[in-house]
């Protein structure tokens, strides 16, 4: 890293003081260097940036988004958190564990579907983290629960602060965690300018911040966001909306940007048969990582991202010589939630040899 570099992350930092902010993440998050996975596909160096290892039940981008996106609530004078989502979701478990840290009711309003029974997963940890706990049905619109239950607990004299889907300031204070991650990330390189492309999940936030990242290092890497869900999704995030979180991200911070639409790389060529079903590629990248490196994935999100970066190495998309990162965003906890897929697909492909019938 040059001076220039030096003093801008300086800079940004000191600015990012006078931001509310919770302490709750394990920071830094570890730099895994994947020789064995390199070695597999030829090259580029490989590296993992362990965001699932962010601590607070189980981890995840999450944790370091909600350093912001709570502290930003204790600071305006809310009493509780509102977040809606599948029940799987791994934004409703960790903003229930920080809530549960923080001492706000999280109340959750999880849709039903084929992996909310029997509880397991994320959903088994929802309720082990004081969350209360509002299902809602398959066919009932999130955005409206969540507006009906903000309305109520507004009308009892409660203080709701509501995260996720439709809530645009909390999206660019979790992209704001993802600019100080990107720096953070810059400072474990030895030379970030080898830094060919970022990999990661992403419905936004996240790719957000490392675009930010990014440009105010002047470095030219690629961050590339494989999504989870295809834009007709009711949780996509138009390209347009994107770019408006990143210029809010970016005056929350004080800086300018150039960021437009054509910068924002998100492919949906991984999203398989829709959200919330594991797709053959991300089952295969799931046990390649975890067979060469000792490293989970899950199903949903970083299985299918990780299946876009290995299948655009394979291509040759990416300079042999150079580094490429994947940042790992975590959701560990749906890999219980889908064991029967997961072990499924595992024992036919003979990604590993399973020797009884006892697992
Ligand atoms: C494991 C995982 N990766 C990535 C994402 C997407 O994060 P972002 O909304 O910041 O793009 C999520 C969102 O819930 C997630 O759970």
Redesign the pocket.
Known sequence: MNEEQRATIAAVRERLRSQPRVRLAALPTPLDDCTRLTAELGGPRILIKRDDLTGLAFG???VR?HEYVLGRAVAEGADCLVQGSAAQ???SRQLAAAGAKLGLETFLLPKLDAHSDPVQGNYLVDHLLGATIIPIGAGESTIAAKAALVDRLRAEGRHPYVTGMGADEALAL?AVAYVEALFELVEQMTDPLQLDAIYT???????AGLLIGCELLGLSTRVVGVSPLGPDHEAHIPLDEVVALVHRAAEILGVTTQIGRDDIELRFDFVGDGYGIPSNDGLDAIALLGRLEGTLL?PI??GKAFAGLVADIRAGRIDHGKTVVFLH???LPALFAYAQPVIGHVRDTRAVSCTNDHD
């Open positions: 995840g981008n999450k988004q979701s791994n934004h979790a999940a992403s419905q936004g936030s996240t790719q899950d999100y970083t965003t975590g959701g």
